[in-house]
Structure formats: structure tokens, C-alpha cells
């Protein structure tokens, strides 16, 4: 499953702060809490030719709402929590060589500002915090071009009459704890990268 990406900031509006103070005992003022969107996932095939079926991105709508992400940025941690979801539907992009509208499951989440996370407030708003790792389990995952859970007649990739043949991710059982993903990955990643060349170079 492909990562999660921060897609939007803004401000809270009178309906999400209504949203929100479901998940709060004390009255929360709208200046004190931290809202932005992520675009969880979608129903498009993948790079392992794997896709979810709309159905499935519809479920998970249901399922992550309420649930607690983990955000941390050098000594800081927040915990978001997922206040509102949505599928958006674009009927003018379809997936599966025709077949489904292209969907995508968008969720917004919050957590009260404080000291001891404007930090990672600010790593949001910059985009050093981007990339959301999402995880969920499925029920069934089914041949997209015989429909069978149990096809060995199809290989994955290969085109059949035209449609490549992928794994169809049905029936999500459980969606899993979200998280902001380090973004110190890709330069330790460069940095590796140039030692070697400077070796090279070196020799
Ligand atoms: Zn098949």
C-alpha cells in the first residue's frame, strides 16, 4: 500500500469544530486546535499491481474515523486524530482500463496546539511532515479478470483482452494506527549515495 500525503492546510470552520469537540471533554476554542487534510489512499492499481476496490475505500472511510495517528519531529511528538472522512469520487478518471471511477479516501485530522508540539504544527505547514504510512488488513483479494480468489490462471501484469490483470483488495477487516513518516529517510539515503561516488572518485 502506498503512503498517505498532507494535501491541504486550513482553517477550522464552524461544522468541523462541531466534528471535533465529540472527541473532547473540555469545550475547544477554533484558535487551539491544528486541522489539515491527507489523502489516505485511492482505487488506482499500484506499482505490486494491487488496487482496492472501491467498496473497500468506501470502508475504510468508515473505519478511520476517530482513529489516532503518531506525528514526531526531532524531541516532539502529537497524536492526531482522524475527525471526519470522505470518498472523493472523479467519474472523468476511471481505473481498471475503464471499468471503476477513480476514487480516493480523504481525511482530515486535528490535535490541540501546545507548547510542546508547535513544532510539528510547523513541520506540517512546511511540508517537512508530508507522507502519512496507511495500513489496513482485507478479507479477500480477487483476480481482476475472472473475479476468483483462488486464480492461478491469470498473472499479475500481464494484459488479457486488453485489461492488465491485478489483485483487487476486497473487503477491509481493519485499518490500522496512521503515521507521519520520517522524512530523515532520503537524505541519509543522499548521503550514502555520495560517500560511495566519493570513493569511487577517491580510487
Ligand atoms: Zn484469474
Known sequence: ???GEVSMLSLPTKE??????KFSRRKLKDDEVFIFTITMCN???DADYERFSSHSVFQMAEKYLGKTGIAQFEEQTAYPVIFDTGVKIDPDRKVDGGVDDYVELIARAYFVKRPNNLKIVDAITTGDLREV???CSVKRAIC???GRGDCTAHQKSLLYDGYTAHKILAD???VFDWAFVAKPEKPRLKVKINRKRKKCYDK
Not at 468541523?16 to 469537540?21: G, H, K, P, S, V
Open 1 to 3: 500500500m502506498n503512503n
Open 16 to 21: 468541523d469544530m462541531a466534528r471535533i469537540q
Open 43 to 45: 482505487n488506482d492499481i
Open 133 to 135: 504510512s496507511v495500513a
Open 144 to 146: 481482476s479478470i475472472c
Open 172 to 174: 477491509v477487516s481493519e
